[in-house]
């Protein structure tokens, strides 16, 4: 069974770091694309890193570069998110999710209030950012 697992999130003021975690199993990362999404009330889901180490490829969105990293521990088939100097704006749920597709950024397909992609998605982790 295709499971991905993220933990890390929390409450955290403003301008301080979080690295959230994603735990796959049942897959090696070597056969699936991981990103991590975010959602915020009333906000569109957003991707905001991506990484595929089938093709060697990594994504970070414009809205967090040069804050956010993405970084892997392939031995132990982990993805993590390194979020700093944290902003409101990045007060959302984080989703992580592992794709088929090993392409960065994962294709999303948005109908009818649903996101979905192919493959499997986390149960998500809130992150809110506080003054």
């Known amino acids: 069974e295709v499971k991905v697992v993220e933990s890390g999130g929390g409450l955290v003021q403003v301008g301080s770091s979080l690295t959230l975690s994603c735990a796959v199993s049942?897959?090696?990362?070597?056969?699936?694309?991981i990103g991590w999404f975010r959602q915020a009330p009333g906000k569109d889901r957003e991707e905001v890193s991506c990484?595929?180490?089938?093709?060697?490829?990594?994504y970070i969105a414009d809205s967090v570069r040069g804050r956010f990293t993405v970084s892997s521990d392939n031995a132990r088939n982990m993805v993590f998110l390194r979020m700093t100097n944290l902003e409101f704006e990045d007060t959302a749920v984080y989703t992580c999710?592992?794709?088929?597709?090993?392409?960065?950024?994962?294709?999303?397909?948005?109908?009818?209030?649903?996101?979905?992609?192919?493959?499997?998605w986390g149960q998500g982790t809130q992150v809110t950012v506080s003054s």
């Open positions: 999710a592992a794709s088929r597709i090993n392409s960065c950024p994962i294709p999303l397909v948005y109908s009818r209030g649903t996101y979905s992609l192919s493959g499997t």
């Open positions: 049942g897959f090696t990362l070597d056969e699936y694309a």
């Open positions: 990484f595929c180490k089938k093709i060697g490829s990594t």
